[in-house]
């Protein structure tokens, strides 16, 4: 069974060497506050449209994530996508969600 999110994509697992590629990109540092990174994050939620790519993908630390999770802030996701930007990800897919 696949898992979706409310726009009906389906959640799609990263492989390990997608996985090491945003460890070794963000430095194992959270992007959003500086701290050692302990989670991989969603810069747009999953569960709002955002893809489980490499693209949308970030390191965290345990607070940021939870802080993000349950207050959806636009702090934190105009962070997350300078930094994306910063480091050439292409996110022409945000424009259409």
């Not at 997350?80 to 996110?91: K, N």
Request: net charge positive; with cysteine; proline share 3%.
């Amino acid at each position: 069974m696949n898992i979706r999110n409310c726009k009906g994509v389906a959640r799609i697992r990263l492989h390990p060497e997608q996985i090491a590629r945003i460890w070794a990109r963000d430095k194992a540092t959270c992007v959003y506050c500086g701290a050692i990174a302990q989670e991989m994050d969603h810069v747009i939620p999953f569960q709002h449209g955002g893809p489980s790519r490499e693209c949308n993908m970030v390191l965290s630390c345990k607070k940021c994530n939870q802080i993000k999770w349950k207050h959806l802030d636009e702090g934190f996701i105009t962070k997350g996508l300078t930094h994306l930007a910063r480091c050439g990800m292409d996110l022409s897919w945000v424009d259409k969600i």
